[in-house]
């Protein structure tokens, strides 16, 4: 589905992603892990076409997305929830939602999206009329992946989504995502709660540097002496 | 609610509508001329500058385009009134078609760099204007002014720009509630999400940038023919450019009352401080009281008593 081919980026002299392959396949969950620096949000951001690649080929179903927009990409079905929720904090929680469903295509089912929303995150239907800045940390980043389900993805990439939230609600919100994949909702998820994410994905890539140190199942990952070490303090 | 606010907004038109009627003195139409005027181009600029966060700092170009379009097109064509007071609209599409070429490149640029580069701009079109001797050059373009008295003629111009300033607001009302709209606050708020939220957002600014060039394009016409001689000194001036940007964030940028209600109050200022006082004394008054708006009221008047009313 998603297929990322030696890919490169560069912030000016400096090299954030060197050489990087991937892919996700249809409905299946896809587990991005690494340190700070290490160049998943920066992966995140050019598959959404914020950051151009200097190298590398990216294509979705078979169709190159090198040099598309972000807002075709958008339209393609890849929605990204980016990292620290980055809602519209002056919009109420239901104008957050409705921006998710901006494009054409969507828009004429927004009132089915916004039930089926609400549906999932019953909270954000008790607050639809508050401000989204006033919401707290769990409920930002249910409004968040809200938002981006609004614009109905087929591809949905998480940037740390329980970063900052209390166990409890970090829970539910992986509970929330993996329940989105069983309904046949492809995913990319980066986080650094490890050992939490390699139990929900399938396929995993650690990142290191910018570069792919290691891939594989995420059962067998998750064995693996060098990622106990690093990533899980074992 | 609504239905007492549309009643009591089409009474307060039909007033002003009705104003020329009671047969007042010149100096009060052309006051109100020039309200009507400022409210056009404070919420002209609101698209751009208020909606979607691009502080335009150049904005006296398009009013000076729409100037110059309107009284050359009148004294090269002889046009009659009627139809000078016509021509202004396609001056107002030249000035809508010069935002959509200079805003190509420019609304590429973020935040203060966008600022400056409007600045840039709107410099670079006066010294065009000022340099090409068909434009009048450095002498300026005189206009007939039509042949009636003097009240009769301010009435007309008077309604004519009431009129264009109902056009005006009504556009910006229906922006404010419109997917164009909701698209730039996003782009306000944070551009790089809108973007991945599918927001087509290079399209939308221009479109948004063309509509806040065309109004006060149109305005800038029919300010010359009131003018009946324009110079690119007076319609290409920076202070009209920095007026318009604090009107707007004066009452409150991003919204549909805010641009109106500062663009209300600070024409009254302004003719009260340059009737009472010297011009110099009259400007620093003016820049003392931007400081202390927006160090006390940074998201404009209507924000500060919103908060204070809503508690």
């Known amino acids: 589905m998603l297929h990322v081919d030696n890919l490169t980026v560069c912030y000016g002299q400096m090299q954030a992603l060197r050489g990087v392959s991937m892919e996700v396949s249809p409905g299946e969950m896809v587990a991005l892990i690494g340190g700070n620096g290490a160049g998943k949000t920066t992966l995140l951001n050019t598959i959404s076409g914020l950051v151009p690649p200097a190298a590398g080929t990216l294509s979705w179903e078979g169709r190159p997305l090198n040099s598309l927009s972000p807002d075709r990409i958008c339209r393609e079905g890849i929605v990204q929830v980016p990292e620290g929720r980055k809602l519209f904090p002056a919009m109420t929680v239901e104008e957050n939602l409705i921006m998710g469903a901006y494009l054409p295509t969507v828009r004429k089912q927004r009132q089915e999206s916004l039930r089926k929303v609400y549906d999932i995150f019953p909270r954000l239907a008790d607050r639809r009329r508050q401000l989204a800045g006033s919401l707290s940390g769990g409920e930002q980043q249910m409004a968040a992946l809200g938002r981006a389900l609004m614009a109905r993805p087929r591809l949905l990439m998480l940037d740390e989504p329980s970063l900052g939230l209390s166990p409890k609600a970090a829970v539910e919100i992986f509970a929330t995502i993996r329940r989105l994949n069983k309904e046949g909702l492809s995913v990319l998820l980066v986080s650094q709660e490890v050992l939490e994410t390699l139990a929900i994905t399938v396929h995993g890539y650690v990142l290191e540097n910018g570069v792919v140190a290691m891939k594989g199942p995420s059962a067998e990952l998750r064995e693996d002496p060098q990622v106990k070490m690093s990533y899980l303090g074992l | 609610m609504q239905k007492y606010?549309?009643?009591?907004?089409?009474?307060?038109?039909?007033?002003?509508?009705?104003?020329?009627?009671?047969?007042?003195?010149?100096?009060?139409?052309?006051?109100?001329?020039?309200?009507?005027?400022?409210?056009?181009?404070?919420?002209?600029?609101?698209?751009?500058?208020?909606?979607?966060?691009?502080?335009?700092?150049?904005?006296a170009a398009f009013f000076g385009i729409g100037a110059f379009a309107t009284a050359k097109a009148a004294s090269m064509l002889e046009?009659?009134?009627?139809?000078?007071?016509?021509?202004?609209?396609?001056?107002?599409?030249?000035?809508?078609?010069?935002?959509?070429?200079?805003?190509?490149?420019?609304?590429?640029?973020?935040?203060p760099y966008f600022s400056v580069v409007t600045i840039c701009f709107a410099f670079v079109v006066e010294l065009t204007v000022k340099n090409i001797e068909f434009l009048g050059g450095a002498e300026g373009i005189y206009l007939k002014f039509m042949d009636i008295p003097e009240k009769l003629s301010r009435s007309i111009l008077y309604e004519v720009m009431l009129l264009l300033m109902i056009v005006t607001l009504g556009v910006a009302w229906w922006l404010g509630r419109s997917r164009l709209g909701a698209g730039l606050k996003a782009i306000r708020s944070d551009e790089e999400v809108a973007e991945t939220m599918g927001i087509p957002t290079a399209k939308i600014k221009i479109q948004a940038f063309i509509l806040s060039a065309f109004f006060p394009g149109i305005a800038g016409g029919l300010f010359a023919y009131y003018l009946t001689y324009i110079h690119a000194d007076v319609v290409f001036n920076i202070n009209i450019s920095i007026l318009i940007v604090l009107m707007a964030m004066f009452g409150g940028g991003g919204t549909w009352l805010g641009p109106i209600i500062g663009a209300v109050i600070l024409t009254v200022v302004n003719e009260g401080l340059s009737t009472f006082a010297q011009a110099e004394i009259a400007r620093i008054i003016y820049g003392a009281l931007f400081i202390v708006v927006t160090i006390f009221m940074p998201n404009g008047i209507i924000d500060f008593f919103r908060k204070k009313g809503g508690g």
């Open chain 2, 5 to 59: 606010r549309l009643a009591a907004t089409a009474i307060l038109l039909a007033m002003l509508a009705a104003f020329p009627f009671l047969e007042p003195e010149v100096y009060y139409l052309s006051f109100m001329f020039s309200v009507f005027m400022y409210v056009i181009l404070a919420s002209s600029w609101n698209f751009i500058g208020g909606y979607a966060g691009y502080l335009s700092f150049g904005h």
């Open chain 2, 79 to 111: 046009l009659s009134p009627l139809l000078t007071i016509l021509a202004s609209i396609p001056a107002g599409a030249l000035a809508a078609l010069v935002a959509l070429i200079v805003g190509y490149p420019c609304l590429k640029i973020r935040g």
